[in-house]
């Protein structure tokens, strides 16, 4: 089936760290991806993690994926206000060139 | 910047017209993505062309056709608009197809049916 699961919200605080959380049923994926879309801004493409990986590391950013539980993490550390915005984790379904998107989870960074 | 662009930015147009969205992938992506971002259904797969063949198809309306170019740039057509139809329409560009091919999405086009 086509369906990945994200929660709608998350609040921090400047320099916390964010962990944004995302569960998906194709376990076929072979890539995950992480894109952010600012307000009435494109996606941005922040990272990806092939499915042989555990855990991918890029400056702020840290991926984890459980693919027993079919669960996939982004933390982001040392949050900043610029950091606010909705995140979207999507998966490649079946091997082909679709993403499955989940619903998106707006991260609010106060000061 | 992806790379890739969309024009125009805003459309404001009637019931039942017709509009037409273009896309130009990066420079050297042969394969484009369209999407439908809505409030009540999210991020959706419309329509995907790998080097001007469809090469996928998701959850898009008989109504709505795309195709791709020669020059590799494509066009969504959305004919018989209705209201619900209001979006925003995103083109992705990848150099290839298949899982391995990370997808680079333009600005997007805002889409309003009144």
């Known amino acids: 089936g086509e369906d990945v699961e994200q929660s709608l919200f998350l609040s921090v605080r400047e320099g916390d760290s964010s962990v944004i959380n995302c569960t998906y049923t194709?376990?076929?994926?072979?890539?995950l991806y992480w894109y952010k879309q600012e307000p009435g801004a494109g996606l941005q493409l922040l990272t990806y993690?092939?499915?042989?990986?555990d855990m991918k590391q890029d400056q702020r950013l840290t991926v984890l994926l459980n693919k027993k539980d079919k669960h996939l993490s982004l933390r982001i550390a040392d949050t900043q206000t610029g950091d606010s915005a909705i995140y979207f984790c999507?998966?490649?379904?079946?091997?082909?060139?679709?993403?499955?998107f989940g619903q998106g989870t707006e991260l609010s960074v106060k000061p | 910047d992806s790379g890739v662009t969309q024009t125009p930015k805003h459309l404001i147009t009637a019931t039942g017209q017709r509009v037409t969205l273009r896309c130009s992938p990066r420079?050297?992506?042969?394969?484009v993505y369209w999407y439908q971002q809505s409030l009540d259904q999210g991020l959706q797969f419309l329509i995907q062309?790998?080097?001007?063949?469809?090469?996928a198809k998701g959850n898009i309306l008989e109504r709505f056709s795309a195709q791709q170019f020669p020059d590799l740039h494509s066009e969504l057509n959305l004919s018989s608009l209705e209201l619900g139809d209001s979006a925003l329409y995103f083109c992705?560009?990848?150099?290839?197809?298949?899982?391995?091919?990370?997808?680079?999405f333009g600005p997007g086009t805002r889409l309003l049916v009144l």
């Open positions: 992705a560009s990848s150099r290839r197809t298949g899982a391995g091919e990370t997808q680079y």
């Open positions: 194709d376990s076929s994926s072979t890539y």
């Open positions: 993690i092939f499915s042989n990986m």
């Open positions: 999507a998966e490649i379904y079946n091997q082909g060139g679709k993403l499955i």
């Open positions: 420079s050297g992506d042969l394969s």
């Open positions: 062309y790998y080097n001007g063949e469809e090469r």
